[in-house]
């Protein structure tokens, strides 16, 4: 059997787990072991496991772990994120998570023959997504005077120049469905890996689809190279902000926890303000922003807007 063991107080940054003398006799398959070894603050839950998720800032055991009949690792992340993110965080393959003719994982092979193991595969963004943000633009752009159009950017506090700036866009009414504002997220590279669809009414997001990794108006950043950078939690307090700071880049992270990785150099000799939300997780993940962006962008701070805006202490 296999058996979760918690390290002490001072080292509660890792959690192993603990087997038998003899692995083989383990009754986990090895694609179940191999990822259980690569996660932390792992126990055990029902017939499964629960782990900090790796794909974002966890700090309450999110992630849920089991073994399907079949012998498939069954993965699933509370807060949301996708299987291929959670994957790609652990240097795994989803393909890692389903056994082989030879009941060894992908990855398990791989070290066996001596070869790298992959810790990236592209995300396949449904083609779609970049077709519906381009339709939701010509939308905005079209109908910028309707009165449907004014009453969706008065709820969310923005403007159409705001919108533009955020490459963002609305879908219009249809049938039972009223006007949406439809905001795309973009990866390193500056390409749409997903977008993110509000509804017309003070509710919470009905749509997200593709990639959960990216930010949302980092094209602010290339259109206005010298502007200092305001850095907001959702886009909905990012289409709110640039409309009342133009002039500013505006960039926008999709919730709390999902500050995603590898995006440090885009804010290279940046100055940066970030601007959280008051409570403790908004406050946290600002903490983590300015310590990843120290050193990188020419400064970082916490401050409110009444801050930034040079009208507060």
């Not at 006799?25 to 694609?31: M, Y």
């Not at 772990?65 to 993965?75: E, I, K, Q, T």
């Not at 790298?116 to 083609?127: G, H, I, M, N, Q």
């Not at 602010?220 to 909905?236: C, N, S, W, Y």
Request: glycine share 8%; net charge positive.
């Amino acid at each position: 059997m296999t058996r979760i063991v918690t390290t002490s107080a001072d080292d509660r940054n890792s959690t192993s787990i603990a087997r038998a003398d003899a692995v083989d006799h383990c009754d986990l398959p090895p694609q179940a072991r191999d990822l259980l070894d690569r996660l932390n603050h792992v126990r055990a839950s029902g017939r499964g496991w629960i782990a900090r998720c790796p794909a974002h800032d966890d700090r309450q055991n999110s992630l849920s772990v089991a073994v399907g009949d079949n012998g498939r690792v069954l993965v699933f992340c509370f807060a949301h994120c996708s299987i291929l993110e959670i994957v790609r965080a652990l240097g795994l393959r989803v393909s890692d998570l389903f056994p082989n003719p030879q009941g060894r994982s992908g990855a398990l092979n791989s070290r066996a023959l001596g070869q790298p193991v992959r810790t990236s595969e592209p995300l396949a963004v449904p083609a779609y997504i970049p077709r519906r943000l381009a339709f939701a633009q010509r939308v905005l752009t079209r109908n910028a005077t309707a009165g449907w159009v004014r009453e969706i950017l008065q709820r969310y506090h923005t403007n159409v120049d705001a919108m533009h700036a955020f490459e963002a866009g609305v879908l219009p009414p249809w049938r039972d469905r009223p006007a949406r504002l439809a905001v795309p997220m973009f990866d390193v590279d500056g390409v749409v890996c997903g977008a993110k669809v509000r509804p017309g009414f003070h509710s919470k997001s009905d749509d997200l689809r593709g990639s959960r990794t990216g930010l949302l108006g980092l094209p602010t950043l290339r259109a206005m190279p010298d502007a200092r950078v305001i850095v907001v939690e959702g886009d909905h307090d990012g289409l709110a902000v640039k409309a009342a700071f133009p002039e500013f880049s505006i960039v926008a992270f999709p919730g709390v926890g999902r500050w995603p990785r590898g995006f440090t150099d885009r804010f290279r000799s940046r100055d940066v303000t970030v601007v959280p939300h008051l409570d403790e997780p908004g406050q946290a993940i600002a903490r983590r922003i300015v310590q990843e962006l120290h050193g990188v962008a020419s400064a970082v701070r916490i401050a409110d807007l009444r801050t930034v805006a040079g009208v507060g202490p």
